[in-house]
């Protein structure tokens, strides 16, 4: 795959030169493909804010390089806007930085930053609106009189109007209830493929990693501790909890039916693969 960003054995210390100083981040490298879904899991201080904060230039490394589309995103200091709008990043509770009057208005502050004209912010508030689930008419409302989902919905819109090529998201569905967070992830999901727009989810829940990215790469104390295909990642169940992460819950009962004796694939991570291999056993996969 064709990468579209390239971190490059970036390291960052925060406080250099202070009794505080502390690399959050560690000589660490990974590549994102173009229209690639990339999930980014660690333990909590693992490093991935800091490590994501960079991929659009709001943190710049204390060494190591970030490439987008091979360009090195320092090389001209004063073209750092342009990634901006190349690479939409969404902090972890992004809510709390809405300000404008209204939605719209909200929805509109990055596509009007890249100086699109009006009849074309308007193309994107709405589509960016439709992309989140955001009923056209609350467009007008102020953000302040939204529900706590609402507004998260408001602040990934905000990002999507950018129609940026890659779209990190920090944790999206911290905190929401388990229906708001299934809806947020089947949207950005949507977005992934109508717009082939590569995405990297932050998350540190392994079940919301599993049902929605190709490729996982797992962080542990400022480095990649491993990157692979969720089946690869979760045959490692051992090195996982090493680190604090937990495997699926249907990859532990496949280990533990694997452990009785049944000829299962310890790596199975979702329900229905589970489902099919149990058929399978019983000769009744397929048949009605
Ligand atoms: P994660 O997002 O995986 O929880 P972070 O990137 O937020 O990890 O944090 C990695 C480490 O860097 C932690 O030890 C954290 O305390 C430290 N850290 C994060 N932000 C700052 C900051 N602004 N100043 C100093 N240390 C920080
Ligand atoms: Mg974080």
């Keep these: 795959m064709e990468p579209i960003l390239q971190i490059e054995n970036l390291t960052h210390t925060y406080s250099a030169g202070t009794p505080f100083q502390r690399s959050a981040v560690e000589g660490l490298s990974l590549t994102v493909g ?6 980014i899991i660690g333990h909590t201080g693992s490093g991935k804010s800091t490590l ?67 009849g074309e912010i308007d193309r994107r508030v709405r589509d960016a609106a439709a992309f989140v689930g955001l009923d056209a008419e609350l467009l007008d409302k102020s953000p302040f009189e939204l529900s706590g989902g609402q507004k998260r919905r408001v602040a990934i819109a905000g990002v999507i109007a950018m129609e940026p090529k890659v779209l990190v998201l920090d944790e999206p569905t911290a905190g929401l209830d388990p229906q708001g967070r299934d809806a947020i992830l089947a949207q950005i999901q949507a977005y992934h493929r109508a717009k082939g727009a590569a995405v990297v989810l ?13 490729c996982i790469a797992v962080l542990s104390d400022g480095r990649v501790l491993m990157q692979g295909t969720p089946e690869q990642v979760f045959a490692r169940a051992h090195e996982l909890e090493q680190v ?26 979702t329900v229905e693969a589970l489902e099919q291999r149990l058929l399978a056993l019983r000769g009744g996969a397929g048949a009605c």
Excluded at 202 to 214: G, K, L, Y
Excluded at 249 to 268: F, M, N, Y
């Design 34 to 39: 173009k229209g690639e879904f990339l999930g």
């Design 52 to 118: 994501i904060q960079h991929l659009n230039g709001l943190l710049q490394p204390t060494s190591g390089r970030i490439l987008l589309e091979g360009k090195d995103i320092w090389a001209e200091p004063k073209k750092i806007r342009d990634v901006r709008f190349k690479v939409g990043l969404v902090f972890q509770y992004p809510e709390y930085q809405l300000f404008e009057e209204t939605v719209y208005k909200d929805i509109a502050f990055g596509p009007k930053n890249m100086g699109l004209d009006s």
């Design 202 to 214: 932050v998350s540190h829940s392994m079940e919301e990693i599993a049902r929605n990215v190709e």
């Design 244 to 269: 604090g992460l937990d495997v699926p819950q249907v990859t532990k009962v496949a280990a533990a039916l694997r452990a009785r004796g049944l000829d299962i694939d310890p790596a199975v991570y």
